[in-house]
């Protein structure tokens, strides 16, 4: 029956938006605009042969959608699989008497199936490939070692380290992983690699287990185990043991970390570490839709510290993020700032700034792009130089910001360009197809909407003047780009019934009478309409339930 009901209608279909109804719609409420509609598409109110024929097909989709919607074993199926799920055979098998929720609980079992072998066919790779850079002698430069040589009146770049490290994921059966990692390390000529094998299985929903083997060149095989256990909803411990076999003997090591909510968006660590570096670290880290903050104390061997760190994060679309830390120990003090911002669908670009003593001063240039990260730490100087901190800041700055707009916005605005050119290509016939039933809906609309009209004039009424939907150009930054709108005051009007006009938060799109001018960008609409004999204007977004008439719309025409 599901099959049969959606034999004809087309792919993209929205049942809610062609009735104009909520989501969460009742039967009266669907009853009411079926019939309504029906009214308006009846076949035998038209004589003429071509709009008999669009109001025979246009009433025939009505009636599926009615059907569909008023069906709760229908209605649930369609909510959760769209129009295809419809077209599924098997349906007929399913007991009329299971309700909505337990037919939304089946689909969502089938697909944790579809994700679990979805998960067996993915390896998940990550990589990070770190350079380090030694740019000291733009700064510190020893001129006197350097007087008799050739050339040497040209500051000396090195890389001085690289780091690369990759890992893959192999998942088993649904509990089972299997982790391979390796790195290779070079540092002044000298480096070296190993490689790691990781068997990870899920136990239950509140723990897992890990075993791990390693081995390189520079330190003999390992062997760990790493234990992850929730303690209770709002508490966790993980415990990582190893073994680590050289040429000195074997080297043992145990990391416990006890962390716990300590409100919605707060976590407190406590962390001990013993072993070739022992040590206890405590922290708190608070985490927000607008900023992150952490506080860290630890005390060991070779190294106490006391850390301060803060990020905030904008609501923009590029999620920029600025951010600044303080770190005072043992090993000195180091301040950093830096911020770091999206600079396409699946690219994060960051710089932070480092100085400290006896560290001197470093900039840090990262980008995150999908799983991979690339990191570039640039030694500046030994020293607290003013002219090093001033460049180490204002230097990436500039480079962006004349990036981004000499290389990264055109080439985001050319990419996305050619998305939209591909997306209306390939629904270039639909949307002609469309907009050849929003014309004839119109036209099957026009004796009614004299009858409403007439009707709403001789109560003082709303009148629909003029009403248009699709892309409109306000801001000067964008004049030259072209308004996509089309007409829709006749459907408008045809949607009016006692001198009021609700519209739900589906797309206009699927509205009778509507079609999609401009496939891809944003849309709107903007409505001018008489109400008591007095003009009102709104503009609404696509997706934005709209009420008229409403007093905020009143055109102010004093003076």
């Known amino acids: 029956m599901a099959a049969a009901l959606a034999e004809e209608a087309p792919d993209n279909e929205d049942y809610y938006a062609l009735l104009n109804v909520r989501r969460e719609a009742s039967q009266e409420e669907l009853k009411a605009a079926y019939r309504r509609l029906c009214m308006l598409y009846h076949p035998d109110k038209h004589r003429d042969p071509e709009l008999k024929t669009q109001a025979e097909r246009l ?160 330190q003999g095989p390992l062997f760990g185990l790493k234990i992850f256990r929730n303690l209770t909803p709002r508490c966790f411990i993980t415990t990582n043991c190893a073994l680590q076999f050289s040429s000195r003997g074997i080297r043992p090591g145990l990391t416990t970390v006890l962390a716990r909510n300590l409100d919605k968006n707060t976590m407190g660590y406590l962390q001990w570490r013993w072993g070739i570096q022992s040590a206890m670290n405590t922290s708190i880290v608070r985490d927000t839709k607008t900023s992150h903050f952490t506080v860290a104390l630890q005390l060991g061997i070779p190294h106490s510290f006391m850390m301060v760190s803060y990020q905030h994060k904008f609501q923009d679309e590029d999620q920029t993020r600025v951010k600044g830390s303080l770190k005072a120990g043992f090993f000195g003090t180091i301040v950093e700032y830096g911020a770091e911002r999206k600079i396409s669908r699946h690219s994060i670009l960051g710089a932070t700034v480092s100085v400290g003593v006896p560290q001197g001063v470093s900039l840090k240039i990262k980008l995150n792009r999908a799983s991979q990260t690339y990191f570039f730490p640039v030694h500046l ?45 390939s629904t270039a016939s639909d949307i002609l197809q469309k907009k050849q039933e929003a014309e004839a809906a119109v036209r099957l609309m026009q004796e009614s909407v004299r009858r409403i009209i007439e009707a709403e004039e001789a109560r003082m009424g709303l009148i629909v003047v003029n009403a248009w939907y699709g892309k409109f150009v306000n801001d000067n930054s964008r004049k030259n780009e072209k308004v996509k709108v089309i007409d829709v005051t006749v459907p408008l009007q045809c949607l009016v019934k006692d001198s009021k006009l609700i519209l739900t938060e589906a797309s206009k799109v699927g509205l009778p009478g509507f079609y ?44």
């Open 381 to 425: 100087t030994d020293q607290l130089l003013p002219s090093a901190v001033f460049y180490a800041t204002v230097g990436p700055l500039v480079i962006y910001f004349a990036m981004h707009r000499l290389i990264i916005k055109p080439y985001l605005r050319a990419q996305k360009e050619r998305e939209l050119e591909k997306q209306r290509e």
């Open 516 to 559: 999609d001018p401009c496939v891809g960008e944003e849309k709107s609409l903007k409505v001018l309409y008489q109400f008591r004999g007095v003009l009102h204007q709104v503009m609404s977004a696509d997706n934005e339930a709209l009420r008229i008439p409403k007093q905020s719309h009143r055109i102010d025409t004093d003076g």
């Open 59 to 218: 009433f025939n989709l009505v009636h599926q959608a009615y059907e569909v919607l008023s069906d709760p074993q229908t209605r649930a199926i369609y909510d959760i699989y769209g129009r295809r799920g419809l077209e599924m055979e098997g349906w007929e098998v399913v007991e009329r008497k299971r309700t909505p929720a337990e037919i939304r609980e089946e689909f969502e079992r089938l697909q944790r199936e579809r994700e679990e072998r979805r998960l067996q066919q993915r390896t998940n790779p990550k990589g990070t490939i770190s350079v380090g850079i030694d740019a000291t002698d733009l700064f510190d430069r020893y001129d006197e070692e350097y007087e008799d040589v050739q050339g040497s009146s040209f500051p000396q770049i090195e890389i001085n380290k690289m780091h690369i490290s990759q890992s893959i994921e192999a998942p088993l059966t649904a509990t089972d992983t299997a982790i391979l990692s390796g790195n290779l390390s070079t540092q002044n000529g000298n480096g070296g690699g190993s490689i790691n094998l990781a068997l990870r299985r899920v136990t239950s929903a509140k723990g897992w287990g890990e075993l791990e083997f390693g081995a390189g060149d520079l």
